[in-house]
């Protein structure tokens, strides 16, 4: 099955720079790549998708870029700002949209660094 | 905070009994699903269910069950067979690979 690895498990970074988080997933197949942002305590919300007809996808300060030969995504996150601490989880699923559920990986924490 | 609610917030269970975690969609979203969420290792797919009375397994359905009689519930048990059932659940919907998956609120389950 897919498996999604994600670095690193911790970023810290100073309020105002830029946060890079990375991916990788195993299934050539695969093509519906979310990124979700968890809250202590809540729930994940959606922040950003791309599918695999895409290679980059940009909103306002968030963007997420996808190589398919290297099979790997990436979410960039500029201009930091507190309110951005939290968990995020990259996902892959082989089906549109991820109607047979989602691979998720392990997490990253991001502390934003006033 | 309509959309997808999951009852009970937290709940308590002796060791060797079934529960039953409740999650309920006002959304009219065909595909819904369960996962589990365990410090440090992302949320793992239990069961989903794209259609009424159609259910599949995820990657670690061992120990559990579900159900799908109603378009708007997907309520998820617990069983005895589950070996380390203590985690936080959580059930999500989406209207069958068009859009986004929305999450519930979770369950906190501890089995003690």
């Known amino acids: 099955g897919e498996n999604v690895e994600q670095h690193p498990s911790t970023l810290s970074v100073q309020e105002g720079d830029s946060a890079v988080i990375k991916c990788t997933y195993s299934?050539?197949?695969?093509?519906?790549f979310p990124w979700y942002k968890q809250e202590l305590g809540k729930r994940p919300q959606l922040i950003i998708d791309i599918r695999s007809n895409v290679g980059e996808k940009k909103d306002q300060r968030i963007a997420v870029t996808l190589n398919k030969t290297a099979k790997h995504f990436s979410l960039h996150i500029t201009e930091t700002q507190p309110e951005d601490s939290a968990v995020y989880f990259c996902?892959?699923?082989?089906?549109?949209?991820?109607?047979?559920?989602?691979?998720f990986g392990k997490g990253t924490h991001l502390i934003i660094q006033p | 905070d309509g959309g997808i609610t999951q009852s009970p917030k937290y709940l308590f269970r002796k060791e060797g009994q079934n529960v039953t975690l409740s999650c309920e969609q006002n959304?009219?979203?065909?595909?819904m699903y369960w996962y589990r969420q365990d410090p440090g290792q992302g949320l793992r797919l239990i069961y989903y269910?794209?259609?009424?009375?159609?259910?599949q397994k995820g990657d670690i359905a061992e120990g559990y069950s579900v159900s799908r009689e109603k378009k708007e519930s997907f309520p998820l048990t617990v069983t005895s067979a589950q070996k380390n059932p203590t985690a936080f659940y959580l059930c999500?919907?989406?209207?069958?690979?068009?859009?986004?998956?929305?999450f519930g609120q979770g369950t906190r389950l501890t089995v003690v």
């Open positions: 999500a919907s989406s209207i069958g690979g068009l859009g986004e998956a929305f």
């Open positions: 959304l009219n979203h065909d595909a």
């Open positions: 299934d050539s197949a695969s093509n519906y």
């Open positions: 269910s794209q259609i009424v009375n159609d259910f």
């Open positions: 996902a892959a699923s082989k089906s549109r949209g991820g109607a047979d559920g989602l691979t």
